[in-house]
């Protein structure tokens, strides 16, 4: 019975999130734009969520005649459910994860890997040359950055001897692991940019060049879920920087360690909206190069000095 | 165990039986990856949980994207004359038969082997990193030395300089 209540409680606080974030990313980016952004609808404007879902809900939902219908229907669901599965191994505080697994880490990037072919099938799925053009960026880009996403990450895992989420959060209890791992840190933080395809990596859906991307011919809750599931990605990124790097749950103790974990994810989730509002998009070349000449060398001597500096304090 | 087994087996066998048999290339494609997924699960039953995570991510996460990309550029999702040719009864009847043979001594032999019991302790990541640099080093430095060579087998054919300049980059 217990389970039930940490599944209903991960589920509400991960998509009341994601959701809520549509209005706090509009009200951020104007308030960076010096203008005031959706403010009509409730107190704040908060309300705006609220009608956009249920607009996106009457859209009429058009599967084209030209499209692969099965891939197509089934693409935004595979994005949806490996995100959602994701957030299973995510300690939320301590005893509030739905699954304590001994190879969180591994789970976290094999369902990374998978949410590539949501895209790479949506846009294939579509039959439209500009979709397709965004699926082929997509699928190189995230192919890449997914390399090093992995290596980044095998700093901590040396430095707290597990790769499960919750012993890396009691590792941290002395120092949290920005410090010792910063290098790590920068690249995950830009390798999970590009792996959810934010601004400034939101190559495949290049608005000026490629209508909407892989998306393009997506209307109605089809639309809505690739919409949600960007969101719910940033969430559970700036969630995995948090856990990871920052001490997850831990903090002084005047507030409960909940409010700590969401409150650095926030934080991060805020980090993601500015950098849309300050940075340009790269060209396509210019960020492959930064991948694998720079970012990838660069996790791997961060991978070889913290093996070599561990093994030496033994 | 025994019944979440089963399952993924089946699962396993029959997507990849559609895999083969599909005439559309993504849809194999697609029935591939998910006999890949349940090949996951079964390791995982096994008790083989660092397996398990390096086969989605390599093989259904990795691998398979490179297919898909690959079968994308070239556009090859649509049913060609050539395939119905291939999937004629005549080509595959006589490979059928042979391996159904190799099936049937494999099963023979396998029938006095003690079956892997599933309820076992989990082989943790660390152990399986212990085992791969101490009685199997030899295995990982030829494995290092084979990538290393299609390492450079890349960049030999990646470094030919581009002869073809496009004409808004031309200098004269």
Redesign the interface.
């Known amino acids: 019975m217990k389970y039930v209540f940490i599944i209903a409680g991960v589920l509400l606080i991960a998509l009341s999130i994601a959701a809520g974030l549509i209005w706090v990313e509009r009200r951020l980016l104007s308030v960076w734009q010096d203008r005031l952004g959706p403010n009509r609808v409730g107190p704040f404007g908060i309300g705006q969520v609220v009608a956009d879902t249920i607009k996106l809900f009457f859209k009429e939902d058009w599967v084209p005649p030209f499209s692969d219908r099965p891939v197509f229907v089934l693409a935004p669901g595979i994005l949806m459910a490996t995100i959602l599965l994701t957030f299973a191994v995510i300690p939320f505080g301590p005893n509030f994860v739905v699954f304590d697994s001994n190879i969180g880490i591994l789970f976290f990037l094999g369902n990374s890997s998978l949410g590539v072919y949501s895209i790479v099938l949506g846009g294939w799925a579509s039959n439209n040359k500009y979709s397709l053009i965004g699926a082929m960026r997509a699928s190189a880009q995230m192919l890449t950055y997914e390399v090093f996403m992995g290596l980044s990450l095998m700093g901590v895992v040396m430095m707290a001897d597990s790769f499960s989420f919750y012993k890396i959060v009691e590792a941290q209890k002395g120092a949290w692991f920005f410090i010792p791992q910063f290098v790590g840190f920068i690249v995950f933080f830009i390798a999970g940019i590009a792996e959810t395809h934010r601004l400034p990596f939101d190559i495949p859906e290049a608005e000026g060049e490629l209508v909407a991307g892989y998306h393009s011919e997506y209307s109605g809750m089809k639309f809505g879920m690739f919409f949600v599931g960007e969101y719910l990605g940033i969430t559970l990124i700036s969630g995995i920087i948090a856990t990871l790097f920052f001490g997850g749950w831990l903090g002084p103790s005047f507030l409960p360690p909940v409010f700590w974990f969401l409150f650095k994810t926030f934080f991060f989730i805020c980090v993601f909206i500015l950098l849309r509002a300050s940075l340009p998009r790269p060209r396509y070349d210019q960020l492959m190069e930064l991948g694998w000449k720079i970012l990838l060398p660069l996790s791997l001597l961060n991978l070889l000095i913290t093996g070599a500096i561990l093994i030496f304090l033994k | 165990m025994n019944v979440f087994f089963y399952i993924a087996a089946i699962v396993a066998i029959v997507s990849t039986i559609m895999a083969i048999s599909g005439k559309?290339a993504?849809?194999s494609l697609?029935y591939l990856?998910l006999s890949l997924l349940a090949v996951s699960v079964i390791f995982y039953l096994l008790s083989a949980?660092?397996i398990?995570?390096?086969e989605?991510?390599i093989y259904?996460?990795?691998i398979m994207?490179?297919f898909?990309?690959v079968t994308?550029?070239l556009n090859i999702?649509l049913e060609r004359e050539s395939e119905n040719k291939w999937l004629k009864p005549r080509m595959w009847i006589v490979p059928s038969i042979l391996a159904v043979i190799l099936l049937v001594t494999l099963i023979m032999s396998l029938k006095n082997v003690a079956p892997v019991s599933p309820d076992k302790e989990?082989i943790?990541?660390?152990q399986v990193g212990i085992s791969l640099f101490s009685t199997y080093l030899l295995g990982v430095e030829i494995a290092a030395i084979l990538l290393m060579a299609g390492v450079i087998g890349a960049y030999h054919l990646g470094s030919q300089k581009k002869k073809v300049i496009h004409r808004f980059l031309k200098t004269n």
Do not use: Y
């Open positions: 559309n993504i849809h697609l990856i949980p660092f398990a995570a390096l989605v991510i259904a996460g990795a994207v490179l898909i990309f994308m550029m999702g989990a943790l990541p660390k």
